[in-house]
């Protein structure tokens, strides 16, 4: 059993999550799974999926920074 304990700091940035992974994955030509079952899906993939968007949030985050000094 997975003992997930991340938890988001913003609980309604979910949706924003949710919805930059789909287009992450339609960007790569990554089909996700309509069910939500991720377990048949390679790492790599999801590794891709995973570094892309880590990249532009942290590029996100960058401007932010960039903006306030």
Known sequence: MANRTNQ???????AALEQLK?????ELGIQLPQ???????TTRDMGSI???ITRRLVQMA???LAGRY
């Open 8 to 14: 988001l700091l913003v609980p309604q940035a979910r």
């Open 22 to 26: 789909f287009e992450v994955a339609q």
């Open 35 to 41: 069910d939500g079952y991720y377990g048949n899906m």
């Open 50 to 52: 995973g570094g892309l």
């Open 62 to 64: 960058e401007q932010q």
